[in-house]
């Protein structure tokens, strides 16, 4: 099975990536797009094909085909281009470094390989959809379809956040953002970008679809609770509160997830705990953990603190015992004096965690700006989830208060740039709609489709 979803992978991405270059590829290294999808199992290889390009997988012996954005890449250019001043970047890294100071080049490396792999990604999916009639099992044919457009929804999601400016809950969004591709991989296809408002359409449509079809469980792979609970952040990313109230609160009372007793039993393992909603699966023999190589010392895996934090983050806190404030550690070797998150300290820990403690946080936050108390009044849950970590009581609450508890509790995990531009906030001195802080299209594939426009203050 490993051997097909590589040559499902390799196929693909000759069409998807490598579309201007010629190919001569032995017999035994590709396969036919009909003998790809011309059974269910191979339509399930495809769709495995999609989580691991994901996750930055690739046979044994066999260089990485893509970057792995969801093994830690989006993580890390969120927290490094949306950093005020919770983290240092001491790694050298030119993509990067240009992330962190917030220069980004045309050519910027990670600028590329996330808009590369995004539509790698997609390439798969839309291929599994149009393939759905190859199934004649309908719970088998339902899961699959919603296993696809919950990835779809999820990749367009993360890009629209990168390639385009922040949506705008008063309307408006006629501003560019990806192009909408709903079709299997064609070389010659040339459309333009779509607006934001468009994506974030197709997205709601994606996800809402993924949680009709997908089942209440469904292994290490996405149900339908993940995809509720991705539509709760997309709410809340549109400013839709009581949509991404609802969709948190179903989640929180439906899906069997809770938070773990403590805070650090969050993270203190390679496999899912009982708080985790989704994640990309790591081990030891499959897959990249990037947060664990930018964030941890070198014993633990990593480079040497990459990413550290900062003081300023650590004066945030209002206690000393809260488990937050001092669930990290001192570096040691090239990153002596640097202080490193626990958080991603486990070499082959799943990747980008979607954690049932978020969903308390939008709820909370929901309810606050709403006036409601739906599942449990605003004040009530913000203390809940402080005292998971043992911090004090709070006696009242300001929405600053809320935004800040999110930030304590979601640090490093790649929420920064994208909370600070929807409460329109500035961030490392530039205002929140600043096209510093938005990525440029990648020339590469403006060349090869030039009906891409750049974006504003790039070339």
């Not at 390799?10 to 001569?24: G, H, V, Y």
């Not at 296809?189 to 974030?200: A, D, K, L, S």
């Not at 990290?328 to 958080?343: F, I």
């Not at 500035?426 to 403006?446: C, E, H, T, W, Y």
């Amino acid at each position: 099975m490993k051997q097909i979803k590589f040559l499902v992978i390799l196929f693909f991405s000759m069409i998807a990536i490598s579309c201007e270059k010629e190919l001569d590829l032995e017999p035994q290294q590709s396969i036919s797009i009909g003998a790809a999808t011309e059974t269910p199992e191979n339509i399930n290889s495809i769709l495995l094909a999609a989580y691991d390009i994901g996750r930055n997988t690739s046979p044994d012996n066999v260089a990485p085909l893509y970057n792995g954005n969801y093994s830690g890449e989006l993580n890390i250019v969120s927290e490094l281009l949306g950093n005020t001043d919770q983290v240092s970047w001491n790694g050298t890294f030119a993509n990067l470094s240009e992330i962190a100071s917030k220069a980004l080049l045309n050519n910027n490396g990670s600028a590329l390989n996330i808009y590369n792999d995004s539509y790698a990604i997609m390439g798969h999916v839309n291929t599994v959809l149009a393939n759905l009639d190859k199934f004649d099992d309908a719970a088998e044919r339902d899961r699959v379809e919603g296993e696809a457009k919950f990835l779809r929804g999820l990749v367009y999601f993360d890009m629209v956040k990168l390639y385009g400016q922040q949506y705008n809950a008063s309307g408006g969004n006629t501003q560019l953002g990806v192009p909408i591709i709903l079709t299997p991989p064609d070389i010659t296809i040339r459309i333009p970008r779509n607006t934001v408002e468009e994506v974030y359409a197709q997205i709601v449509s994606d996800l809402g679809d993924a949680y009709a079809k997908l089942p209440d469980t469904n292994d290490a792979r996405a149900d339908k609770y993940a995809a509720q609970a991705m539509l709760a952040r997309v709410y809340l990313q549109q400013g839709n509160f009581t949509a991404a109230r609802d969709a948190a609160d179903d989640v929180l009372q439906n899906s069997g997830h809770e938070l773990t007793a403590t805070f650090a039993e969050a993270f203190d393992t390679d496999d899912n705990t009982v708080e985790t909603i989704f994640s990309w699966i790591i081990n030891n023999q499959e897959g990249t953990n990037l947060t664990n190589t930018h964030y941890a010392t070198e014993a633990l895996g990593g480079r040497g603190g990459d990413i550290a934090i900062t003081q300023d983050y650590l004066d945030k806190f209002d206690s000393d015992v809260d488990e937050r404030k001092n669930f990290n550690y001192p570096g040691e070797g090239v990153s002596t004096g640097l202080t490193l998150t626990s958080k991603h300290t486990r070499q082959f820990a799943n990747a980008t965690p979607v954690r049932i403690a978020e969903m308390h946080l939008i709820r909370a936050e929901c309810n606050f700006r709403l006036g409601s108390s739906v599942g449990l009044p605003p004040l009530d849950e913000i203390n809940a989830l402080r005292a998971r970590s043992s911090a004090p009581a709070l006696g009242s609450l300001t929405l600053d208060l809320i935004l800040l508890e999110r930030e304590l509790e979601l640090a490093f995990e790649g929420f920064t740039l994208h909370d600070y531009k929807r409460t329109q906030r500035a961030i490392g001195g530039l205002p929140f709609d600043d096209n510093k802080l938005v990525f440029p299209i990648p020339q590469s594939a403006r060349d090869r489709n030039p009906l891409l426009e750049q974006n504003q203050g790039y070339n």
